[in-house]
């Protein structure tokens, strides 16, 4: 029997107070773990931690009545996976639009010469062409500009509606069917890269019809900087271009996560 004027708290009582925001921040968390722009390396992961306790306050009016989960049982382990699942597939999702930009700008900087010009990306921890970068960089400010970290936050807390707190990861990995984002990946990369392939490819064989018209030209003197000057104009031509296959792209990854299933 506890004392006369102390509070006391049951354990029920607990998690029902904590259930509600534990797991929508673990969600969150991941998310920002794995989503371009808020995994930057510059931002200190106190702020990732706080911000993403706030969303999951803030979105407490908007998510349906979550089911109360033990901490103590086994369903808390398999809860934490599938938010844990939920979060970073989102992210991931998200990082594969990304992925697929900087694969056209791969392309295109292997034909106009320059993938030699490639240097260490700390956000994917591998080597990357200065066009790949560019293009990356020019897909990260477009995010930016169709406030696509707020489509990222809404599609989160949307997500709950879809794939609920239950701890069945493996269904909820099913229904994402990541492997369609994934398939899109090399086709939209293309697409992207198509108006610069063909202009160099142009230019190439016309460089070649020339060096056979004119043998005594050193064609690889004149190639180089004919090639780069003509990419470079082609990028800037076909750069207002890029926001349709991104906007695509991303409606694509969110609807994955919030499109009725």
């Known amino acids: 029997m506890a004392a006369p004027g102390l509070i006391t708290f049951s354990e029920a009582q607990l998690v029902g107070w904590l259930s ?36 999951a306050v803030c979105a407490q009016p908007m998510l349906a009545e979550q089911p109360m989960v033990m901490f103590n049982g086994p369903a808390a ?3 934490v996976l599938q938010q844990l699942g939920v979060g970073l597939a989102l992210g991931f999702a998200v990082r594969l639009v990304f992925a697929s930009v900087e694969l056209a ?31 990356g960089q020019m897909a ?16 989160v807390v949307d997500s709950f509606s ?10 909820s ?8 984002l994934g398939s899109s990946l090399f086709s939209s990369a293309l697409w ?4 610069l392939m063909a202009l160099l490819l142009f230019v190439n064989l016309t460089m070649g019809v020339i060096s ?21 104009l082609g990028i800037m031509a076909t750069l207002p271009m890029l926001e349709h296959p991104v906007l695509t792209l991303m409606q694509q990854a969110i609807d994955l996560f919030s499109a009725q299933k």
């Open 20 to 55: 509600p925001i534990l797991w929508p921040f673990l969600r969150v968390l991941a998310l920002f773990t794995a989503a371009p722009l808020f995994s930057i390396r510059a931002i200190p992961a106190r702020t990732k931690v706080g911000l993403a306790f706030f969303v």
């Open 77 to 79: 382990l398999e809860t």
């Open 105 to 135: 700008g791969e392309v295109i900087g292997l034909q106009m010469g320059l993938n030699f010009a490639s240097f260490f990306d700390p956000t994917s921890n591998a080597q990357i062409s200065a066009v790949g970068r560019f293009y």
């Open 140 to 155: 990260l400010l477009l995010f930016v500009v169709i406030n696509g970290h707020l489509l990222l936050i809404m599609a």
């Open 162 to 171: 879809h794939f609920p707190v239950n701890g069945n990861f493996l269904q």
């Open 173 to 180: 990995l099913g229904q994402m069917k990541l492997h369609q």
């Open 192 to 195: 992207i890269a198509l108006p």
């Open 212 to 232: 056979r018209v004119a043998p005594q030209m050193n064609i690889y003197a004149v190639g180089f900087p004919v090639t780069l000057t003509v990419g470079l």
